[in-house]
């Protein structure tokens, strides 16, 4: 059972302006392969799904925790995506076209279809699909693909915060920078725990 706080997991500055191209690349970090919809619904569906987690109960509590937080990255990368949208059309009468500015934007869908709101696709507007997420049955296994998938993201949160200076979005990736560097070195403990086989230092190269 998840507990639930009224309130977004770290405080974000207010917009001066909003940057709709740049939320439409934000969306990768919320619902891209290796966005947060991505890593919430791989460690939920692995923790649902976890055989022997009394025997296991150090790894089970690993990936329930992280299943946790994410449902807060969720939560937090779409606030951002929100706040970037915010002020990006003019309350005005429909003949004074007042979402004008969305035609040329690279994400129309913002516009036409989500109310200048975040929504669980891609940079591209390609929906999120549950194709994305693991199970394998084999603990080892869905510890590795956790890794890969954990450095996937944080390899598309950097591409992402190079991509844009907008003051919110640099606020938000620069905390699941760290937040998902810490879930990368949790994997990687864990498969050193099971396997022997040091992950940290394959870690570090990917830096």
Request: glycine residues 8%; charged residues 25%; negative net charge.
């Amino acid at each position: 059972m998840i507990k639930r706080f009224d309130r977004i997991a770290i405080e974000l500055p207010k917009p001066d302006q909003p940057d709709p191209n740049a939320a439409a690349a934000v969306q990768e970090l919320l619902g891209g392969r290796f966005g947060e919809m991505s890593t919430l619904n791989n460690y939920m569906f692995q923790s649902f799904g976890f055989r022997q987690s009394k025997k296991l109960k150090p790894f089970y509590d690993l990936i329930c925790s992280i299943t946790g937080e994410e449902f807060g990255h969720v939560e937090l990368v779409s606030h951002t995506i929100n706040l970037m949208l915010v002020g990006s059309t003019y309350p005005e009468e429909p003949d004074q076209t007042p979402m004008r500015d969305g035609k040329d934007k690279r994400n129309t869908y913002h516009f036409i279809a989500t109310d200048q709101m975040a929504r669980p696709f891609d940079s591209m507007g390609a929906a999120w699909t549950g194709d994305y997420t693991f199970k394998s049955g084999n603990l080892v296994q869905d510890l590795l693909h956790n890794f890969f998938l954990e450095i996937g993201a944080r390899t598309h949160k950097m591409r992402v915060y190079e991509m844009t200076e907008h003051p919110v979005a640099r606020e938000m990736i620069g905390y699941l920078l760290v937040r998902g560097g810490v879930h990368i070195v949790a994997y990687a403990k864990a498969l050193e725990i099971l396997t022997g086989v040091d992950m940290t230092k394959w870690f570090q190269s990917q830096i």
